[in-house]
């Protein structure tokens, strides 16, 4: 769930009035598709508070703990997946990313345990076989060593100002893996 509450482009709708102290936080989004992972996430524990800047805030009942947004490989339907790479808590980066079964399992690391892959791959298709949408996440930690080198590429990639948005996509690309 932690993806979930993480891992968007949702805002918080600023509440007014008396009652705003009390009242959940509304969500705005690109998509009523993202609202609706980040209110998953809240009620499962993992309620998405504030962005502010680079930094996403997330209440989890026992304290609030805070991410911060280091890059975000936006989502557009030919990558068919939205990834950030985040700084948790503890200092660590891992990479987020969330997008369609199809694309995520091509990227995947080879697993330990083709037994929980297999049925993983037929839960998905009884759900597409019944006409569902299926949204997989995935996550990687990275070294430090590694994120550095990628984040040099993608400000280079950022900033570009010829082909940009394929500039960036082929560094999201070398990141999204494993």
Same mark, same amino acid.
């Given at each position: 769930?932690?993806?979930?509450?993480? @891992?968007?482009?949702?805002?918080?709708?600023?509440? =007014?009035? %008396?009652?705003?102290?009390?009242?959940?936080?509304? +969500?705005?989004?690109?998509?009523?598709?993202?609202?609706?992972?980040? #209110?998953?996430?809240?009620?499962?524990?993992?309620? *998405?508070?504030?962005?502010?800047?680079? %930094?996403?805030?997330?209440?989890?009942?026992?304290?609030?703990?805070?991410?911060?947004?280091?890059?975000?490989? $936006? *989502? !557009?339907?030919?990558? =068919?997946?939205?990834? @950030?790479?985040?700084?948790?808590? !503890?200092?660590?980066?891992?990479?987020?990313? =969330?997008?369609? !079964?199809?694309?995520? +399992?091509?990227?995947?690391?080879?697993?330990? !345990?083709?037994?929980?892959?297999? $049925?993983?791959?037929?839960?998905?298709?009884?759900?597409?076989?019944?006409?569902?949408?299926?949204?997989?996440?995935?996550?990687?930690?990275?070294?430090?060593?590694?994120?550095?080198?990628?984040?040099?590429?993608?400000?280079?990639?950022?900033?570009?100002?010829?082909?940009?948005?394929?500039?960036? /996509?082929? #560094?999201?690309?070398?990141?999204?893996? /494993?």
């Amino acid at each position: 769930f932690t993806m979930m509450a993480v @891992c968007h482009t949702a805002m918080v709708k600023e509440a =007014k009035g %008396d009652a705003a102290a009390d009242a959940p936080p509304e +969500y705005q989004a690109s998509s009523p598709d993202e609202v609706a992972l980040v #209110v998953g996430a809240a009620g499962s524990g993992f309620r *998405f508070l504030q962005r502010a800047h680079t %930094d996403v805030t997330l209440d989890l009942g026992e304290g609030l703990v805070t991410y911060k947004i280091l890059n975000v490989n $936006e *989502f !557009d339907s030919t990558r =068919k997946r939205m990834s @950030c790479v985040v700084q948790r808590p !503890d200092g660590t980066h891992q990479l987020m990313i =969330k997008g369609a !079964d199809s694309v995520i +399992y091509e990227r995947l690391a080879p697993s330990k !345990d083709a037994a929980e892959l297999q $049925e993983t791959q037929r839960i998905l298709k009884a759900f597409a076989n019944e006409g569902l949408r299926t949204l997989v996440f995935a996550h990687r930690n990275l070294q430090p060593s590694e994120y550095e080198a990628w984040a040099a590429e993608y400000n280079e990639a950022f900033t570009a100002t010829v082909d940009r948005q394929a500039a960036l /996509d082929r #560094v999201a690309e070398t990141i999204e893996r /494993d």
